[in-house]
């Protein structure tokens, strides 16, 4: 055994490396509270600031529903609000139950008889709308991916498609949602014309107009990186003579992992961000359809939902971008990304 390779790699383990600040002098205690005080007590404080200035700034405005309201009568609506989604799922299983009981006494009558379960029509609850955004986002997203990858690997492969299809791009990069809707509406109204029930047209119209919406930033960015794939690289793959779909495989998408993830990682905050108004103007029974329907409920308690709503968005989107950041980290060679 080579002593020389195997002492120093055992003096630089991880696990080591507590004995050799001890054996050095220094305070692990100390070091543990700065580390706390750094990834904890920094961020707790700035929340901490946020929510007294929130309560200072609602307790001087005053609106025509009344006082706007601060971080209290958020966290009271959010407990009516999950209140009302456990009550509502209460009412469902007995609705259940009801007819579980109503079909066994139909059988004993008629063995013969085929019982039928409907499903209860009782209203989305907050947490149900909730989970038809993500539904809805996370489609539009996946299915803009899976065009916006190939065709990205397609363009950056080739200058002559890049300078093509760069004006097209930038064309239609920043148009907004609110354009996109009509059209999308239109268009699915006159080729979705079955009435499935488990699909319905406004999820089809939010899924399109959030898909158009996050497909450009991950064009541009697979593009990006795909050609700026090393030229060692490149001669490399020309020497071993590596088929089209090899080459991609092996030398070009490793090598443009990075920038692919970060276009995702824009599109998907794309995504999230366009769903809400593509939501309010389709009525998808979503997130921006509970803000649409608070707004125009107008009661006391109204402003006090749909502050609720901003915060599960704003915090949903951020969960969102972490979880982009620690799929690009499992996947991408690069280990030195950082979840920030």
């Known amino acids: 055994m080579n002593k020389s390779l195997t002492f120093p790699s055992l003096a630089h383990s991880r696990w080591l490396q507590p004995l050799k600040r001890l054996s050095k002098g220094d305070n692990p205690a100390r070091h543990l509270f700065t580390g706390l005080a750094r990834n904890l007590g920094v961020p707790l404080a700035g929340l901490a600031v946020f929510l007294l200035l929130w309560h200072g700034a609602a307790s001087n405005i005053n609106t025509s529903l009344g006082q706007f309201p601060g971080p209290k009568q958020a966290l009271q609506q959010a407990q009516v609000l999950y209140q009302e989604h456990k009550d509502e799922r209460i009412k469902a299983d007995a609705f259940y139950q009801r007819q579980q009981a109503r079909n066994a006494a139909r059988v004993a009558q008629d063995p013969d008889y085929q019982p039928r379960i409907r499903a209860y029509t009782g209203k989305p609850t907050y947490i149900d709308q909730i989970g038809t955004s993500l539904v809805t986002v996370l489609t539009g997203f996946i299915l803009a991916s899976v065009i916006a990858i190939p065709v990205g690997i397609v363009i950056g492969l080739s200058n002559s498609l890049y300078a093509a299809f760069n ?25 979705y014309v ?79 961000m366009v769903l809400i108004a593509a939501e309010m103007l389709a009525q998808n029974p979503g997130l921006g359809k509970f803000v649409w329907d608070e707004f125009q409920n107008g009661s006391s308690d109204s402003l006090g939902r749909i502050m609720v709503a901003v915060i599960t968005i704003g915090l949903i989107g951020f969960l969102l971008d972490r979880l982009m950041l620690a799929l690009q980290k499992a996947v991408s060679w690069d280990k030195s990304v950082t979840l920030r």
Do not use: E, Y
Not at 167 to 187: D, G, H, R
Not at 210 to 225: E, R, S, Y
């Open 194 to 272: 079955r009435d499935d029930p488990s699909v319905p047209k406004s999820f089809v119209t939010s899924m399109i107009t959030v898909m158009l919406c996050c497909l450009w930033p991950t064009i541009i960015n697979t593009a990006v990186g795909v050609a700026s794939v090393s030229r060692d690289l490149l001669n490399v793959s020309q020497v071993l003579r590596l088929s089209w779909l090899t080459h991609v495989r092996k030398i070009v998408l490793p090598s443009s992992i990075p920038m692919v993830f970060t276009g995702l990682r824009l599109s998907l905050g794309i995504a999230w």
């Open 167 to 191: 004006p097209v791009i930038q064309l239609f990069k920043p148009v907004s949602p609110l354009a996109w809707l009509p059209l999308v509406t239109m268009l699915v109204s006159a080729l």
